[in-house]
Structures are given as structure tokens and as C-alpha cells.
């Protein structure tokens, strides 16, 4: 549903105007909603300031004379080494100072390059054990892309090693049986 537009009055602009300045944003909308008897969002006040490049003169989110909760406070910084559960229940290890994202990476990936180099392209790596928390050499396979789609699509990656290995076979075969039918082969030659 489309929003209508509010035309100012030139009353409205000039009371904006005058009152903008040391004044945060959602005061402002409520003194002159509450002035006009109107009922504007703090979105419309802002596009109108904007739109006349009026300026509150605030430089922060806080009032003058605020003392923020953690002055004289030092700052906890996560040490190189620390490691963290992600929002997909990866477990990421930081690398290198900052707080940007190329400071952190997979410990499962870190793990498995170490022991064996870079994982090559068009490969992925594999809990065997579907628990993407137990990061050991034992429980990582490598498999192409491929063979984890096809994985994924059969449900082949259980909560067990060998299992998934197994499952593994099973991706590879069908894999082989959908390649041979794209290049014109039966599967039921005599």
C-alpha cells in the first residue's frame, strides 16, 4: 500500500526550520506532530531536512554531557587463536588482527590445509560425521562439488563416517549412471 505524500505548508517548513537545530530527528517529528495535530513518521521529517539541507548540528546519538557505560573501560579484544561458533554451526578460528571477515577462517579448512595444501578447485570439504563442530583430520573427506549436490539430493550424509562414505559410493554411481544416459548409453545392455 502506497504511503501518501504530505505537501508542507510553508507554516510547517518554517517551524521545522526553526526548531531543527539541537534536536534529534524522533523530537522533532513528535513536537511538530504534536504542534500541528498531525501524524507525520520521523522518515518524512528526515527526507524534508534532507531535501532543504537542514542540519541538527547533533554530532553523535548522545546528548552533550553523556558519559558512556564503558568509560575508563578497557576494551576486551579477541586474541589471534580464539574460535567461534557461526550462525551456520561452523567453527571459525581469527587469524590476524581487525575485526573484518578475512580475519577469520574455517577451522576445518585451516585444519585440512595444513595437512594436506590447499584444497583444489571445484572441491569441497565433508563432515562424515555431519557434525560440522567435530573439526578433526578423521572426519573431513574431500569431494567435488558434484558429489556433495548429489549427496545432498539423496541424503546421503548421515551422523556416521562410514556411512557417509558408503553414501559417498552410492553419489559416485549415480553419478556415472546420469553421465552414461546424457551420452546416449542404456544401462540395460545385453
Known amino acids: 500500500m502506497k504511503r501518501k505524500l504530505h505537501k508542507f505548508t510553508k507554516e510547517q517548513a518554517e517551524f521545522i526550520q526553526q526548531h531543527s537545530r539541537g534536536r534529534g530527528n524522533q523530537e522533532l517529528t513528535d513536537m511538530f506532530n504534536q504542534h500541528f495535530g498531525l501524524n507525520l513518521r520521523k522518515s518524512q521529517i528526515i527526507s524534508f531536512k534532507k531535501n532543504n539541507k537542514l542540519k541538527s548540528g547533533l554530532t553523535s546519538w548522545f546528548k552533550p554531557g553523556h558519559t558512556p557505560y564503558n568509560k575508563g573501560k578497557l576494551m576486551r579484544r579477541v586474541p589471534i587463536g580464539a ?7 561452523y567453527v571459525k578460528v581469527k587469524i590476524a588482527e581487525g575485526k573484518g571477515r578475512k580475519n577469520w577462517q574455517y577451522k576445518h579448512v585451516l585444519l585440512w590445509e595444513a595437512a ?5 578447485p571445484g572441491h569441497v570439504l565433508l563432515f562424515g560425521d555431519g557434525n560440522k563442530q567435530n573439526v578433526c ?4 573427506l ?9 549427496m545432498n539430493q539423496l541424503g546421503l550424509i548421515q551422523n556416521n563416517i562410514d556411512l557417509t562414505k558408503t553414501g559417498l559410493l552410492i553419489a559416485d554411481i549415480r553419478n556415472k549412471i546420469g553421465e552414461r544416459k546424457r551420452n546416449g548409453y ?3 545392455r545385453h
Open 83 to 89: 574460535e567461534v561458533i557461526d550462525s551456520k554451526g
Open 186 to 188: 542404456s544401462i540395460n
Open 116 to 120: 594436506n595444501g590447499p584444497i583444489p
Open 137 to 140: 583430520l578423521e572426519n573431513l
Open 142 to 150: 574431500l569431494v567435488t562439488k558434484r558429489q556433495r549436490i548429489r
